[in-house]
């Protein structure tokens, strides 16, 4: 290497200092490199996959990949909110749930797979399952925005809310008009909006008018160039929570946006985002109110008190709900886990919807081997994808679904956004998180998990009504796809143990 860059820029062109320049340059990048490779094996030796791929990046671009490591190759949201964050769950477990065991934790009433799904949630730190909650299941977006829009009307006490996408559109403006009602009658309204998704909204004259209507509005993990240097900046809250008066709360797959939100980019007109959500009323309350504390806490510094708290009944023909926080800070892969042992507990039949379909080695072994002990494993995914990378990593793994006899299935009428399991008839599942890294290490989301075989007949209705308006990929149409697609699928696929 000496011999040719001085052969080349000395020797030929003349360019000794130059040629010295690079030389150390080369040198230094190198020997980053090498110091980056070390640090990955110690962080990323439990997942030896993504620890390989960032070590091979590195070395194909030496400078380019070393900068692209520093902005994402670790999940650091920052050493400040890092302390703040395990300080507050801390807080949030002695004061706020009060330390004390809860009457409405079911014990025994749960059959063998719920309690197993259950314990998955617990030993990763989340709220026990408690009883006593009526879950309505909506489908319809007008339906879902009615919702948001009444119980904001009816709020006496408080309103609080976080979503990663607000829009300045009419659905954005309906809600934003509610939240003002609210302010204009006393109620305290509090909305957390992440910095990356709500970028538009944090900087247009609708959040000035909510703010001069009384509505305290926050950006969440601010995006700023500096704090690359610091954190990852990629990191975002991707949570849709609604709260009011600590006794009805709301969330799913649905953003303050109208449907056709992306209308102008990827996704047509004829693609509109279609949605899952749950209103929920009961003790789960309290734990989905809890999760907004931490979080607004982690962001404004504001520490909550555990009088600022309801304590939602149990209601007359309730049912159990768990309701699972996940995020970089809680370092325990709670989603991963939970999907994995969704699939593995299945007996009959697993449905999982999500609009983005690049999961790990495990969850993608799980699916194979349950298709494969006869359990009917169906998989539901948007046809059109407003992430061409995203849709085209989801299709490399398709071949090895249906091989082992996964059905999957391609959605027609729609961005299908919803992120749902049913479970046997048993247990249904609405999360903010897709089934990909991500949301598996990276975002902050939201999973309600409903023990209940109602509930779980009600999802699994909304699941077919994905399948009716979706087309089966054919496993012998499939293998005889062109060389070209098959190749730049399995070259974004490469990508996904990078996020």
């Known amino acids: ?90 807080a949030a477990e002695a004061a706020l749930r009060g330390g ?4 409405r934790v079911l014990a025994g009433a749960m059959s063998t797979p719920d309690l197993q799904l259950a314990h998955v949630g617990e030993s990763s730190g989340a709220p026990q399952v408690l009883n006593g ?3 309505q299941l909506s489908g319809d977006p007008d339906e879902q925005v009615a919702w948001i829009e009444r119980d904001i009307d009816a709020a006496t006490r408080s309103v609080d809310l976080i979503f990663y996408i607000w829009e300045l559109d009419r659905t954005g403006r309906r809600v934003g008009d509610a939240l003002l009602r609210a ?10 909006v992440d910095s990356i998704g709500s970028r538009a909204f944090l900087a247009s004259p609708e959040l000035r008018r909510l703010r001069g209507g009384g509505v305290r509005v926050v950006e969440a993990l601010p995006a700023r160039v500096v704090r690359m240097l610091f954190a990852r900046v990629d990191i975002r809250n991707h949570r849709k929570l609604v709260v009011v008066d600590g006794t009805v709360a709301q969330t799913g797959s649905r953003n303050v946006a109208d449907p056709d939100f992306k209308a102008d980019g990827r996704l047509g007109a004829s693609e ?85 379909f690049v999961p790990d080695s495990p969850t993608m072994a799980a699916m194979e081997v349950a298709a494969r002990r006869g359990v009917r494993v169906t998989l539901i995914v ?73 509930f779980a007949v009600q999802v699994r209705r909304l699941q077919q009504s ?7 990929i054919d496993e012998g149409a499939w293998e005889r ?14 990508m996904a143990p990078l996020l």
């Open 183 to 192: 302010a204009a009658r006393g109620v305290r309204v509090r909305l957390l």
């Open 466 to 472: 994905y399948i009716a308006d979706s087309v089966r």
């Open 133 to 135: 909650n009526l879950v």
């Open 100 to 103: 004390r065991p809860d009457p």
């Open 1 to 90: 290497m000496d011999w040719l860059i001085h052969h080349t820029l000395a020797d030929r062109l003349g360019m000794e200092r130059l040629a010295t320049v690079f030389l150390w340059t080369v040198i230094a990048a190198f020997a980053l490199n090498v110091c980056l490779a070390l640090r990955i094996v110690w962080t990323k030796g439990a997942r030896p996959t993504s620890a390989l791929a960032w070590i091979a990046t590195l070395f194909a671009m030496p400078i380019l990949g070393a900068v692209v490591y520093v902005i994402i190759g670790e999940n650091r949201i920052g050493s400040v909110r890092r302390k703040r964050h395990a300080r507050i769950v801390v």
């Open 382 to 454: 948007p046809r059109a994808n407003d992430s061409l990378l995203a849709a085209w990593a989801s299709r490399a793994s398709y071949g090895r679904l249906l091989e082992a006899g996964v059905e999957v299935w391609e959605y027609g009428r729609g961005f299908l956004h919803s992120k749902t399991i049913s479970v046997d008839d048993e247990m249904g599942i609405i999360t903010t998180a897709n089934l990909d890294r991500r949301s598996y290490e990276i975002n902050f989301e939201t999973t309600v998990v409903v023990y209940d075989d109602a």
């Open 272 to 356: 509109p985002y279609v949605d899952s959500w749950i209103r929920i009323r009961g003790p789960v309350v309290r734990d989905l109110e809890v999760f907004f504390l931490e979080d607004w806490e982690l962001d404004t510094g504001d520490r909550p008190v555990a009088s600022d708290l309801a304590e939602p009944e149990s209601l007359p023909g309730g049912i159990p709900v768990q309701v699972i926080p996940s995020g970089p800070n809680f370092e325990n892969s709670v989603v991963r886990g939970l999907v994995q042992a969704a699939i593995q507990v299945a007996r009959q039949e697993i449905v999982l919807s999500t609009p983005y």
């Open 481 to 494: 796809r062109s060389v070209g697609t098959r190749f730049k699928e399995n070259l974004a696929n490469l």
